[in-house]
């Protein structure tokens, strides 16, 4: 069974830094998309960054410039580096990650969330 858990959250305070990591269970099917998400309380679960089997990255406006989404393909880990934290960042954050089953076809699992608290 696919397992998807996400590491590395806390508190920090405004300017700070962490580094989330989400370990992805091997699987007989490959690696896809993966994506880190954040839903703060009383808001709508959001899409954070994401980056492609192939590394291409996409970022939320809000978070341009100021974090970065790697993969280790090897360790079937992603990282979500993140810098130069906001209180607007506080929220639970979210892995989502997507096995290629067949060409047309991906299945999705999500972590279980790891909260990251940005004091002002």
């Known amino acids: 069974q696919v397992q998807v858990v996400e590491s590395g959250g806390g508190l920090v305070q405004t300017g700070g830094s962490l580094r989330l990591s989400c370990a992805c269970s091997?699987?007989?099917?490959?690696?896809?998309?993966i994506g880190w998400y954040r839903q703060a309380p009383g808001k709508q679960r959001e899409l954070v960054a994401s980056?492609?089997?192939?590394?291409?990255?996409n970022y939320a406006d809000s978070v341009k410039g100021r974090f970065t989404i790697s993969r280790d393909n090897a360790e079937n880990t992603i990282y979500l580096q993140m810098n130069s934290l906001k209180p607007e960042d506080t929220a639970v954050y979210y892995c989502?990650?997507?096995?290629?089953?067949?060409?047309?076809?991906?299945?999705?699992?999500w972590g279980q969330g790891t909260q990251v608290t940005v004091s002002s």
């Open positions: 989502n990650a997507k096995y290629r089953i067949s060409s047309g076809l991906v299945s999705t699992y």
């Open positions: 091997r699987s007989s099917f490959s690696l896809d998309a």
């Open positions: 980056i492609s089997s192939g590394g291409n990255t």
